[in-house]
Nanobody, 120 residues
Framework: QVQLVESGGGLVQAGGSLTLSCAAS????????MGWYRQAPGKQRDLVAT???????NYADSVKGRFTISRDSAKNTLYLQMTSLKPEDTAVYFC??????????????WGQGIQVTVSS
């Protein structure tokens, strides 16, 4: 029902910037919210930032002031602008969509993840 494809990851030096994109293909009633999560080796998957259908945003404390989440509804694409990157930002970044299906059920879908590596 929902396919999410992340792009834009890679290797960057500390202090640098990257922008991640997540292209969504959907056949659902509504996308309620989308978000970015990340998982470092040996650690749990953590929230980075979320954005609702009314453009309300939420950020993890560790990225506030450095990362910006946005979306282009016309293109069904989610973005994460990352600046002032730190080595501790190194992780696999996942896109997630929280949707309401045509049956009225709430469900979540994940992208395959994309690697971001920040060198010191």
């Amino acid at each position: 029902q929902v396919q999410l494809v992340e792009s834009g990851g890679g290797l960057v030096q500390a202090g640098g910037s990257l922008t991640l994109s997540c292209a969504a293909s959907t056949s659902v009633l509504r996308i309620n919210a989308m978000g970015w999560y990340r998982q470092a080796p040996g650690k749990q998957r953590d929230l980075v930032a979320t954005i609702t259908s009314t453009d309300s945003t939420n950020y993890a404390d560790s990225v506030k002031g450095r990362f910006t989440i946005s979306r282009d509804s016309a293109k069904n694409t989610l973005y994460l602008q990352m600046t002032s990157l730190k080595p501790e930002d190194t992780a696999v970044y996942f896109c997630k969509a929280d949707v309401t299906t045509y049956r009225g059920a709430r469900s979540g879908f994940w992208g395959q993840g994309i690697q971001v590596t920040v060198s010191s």
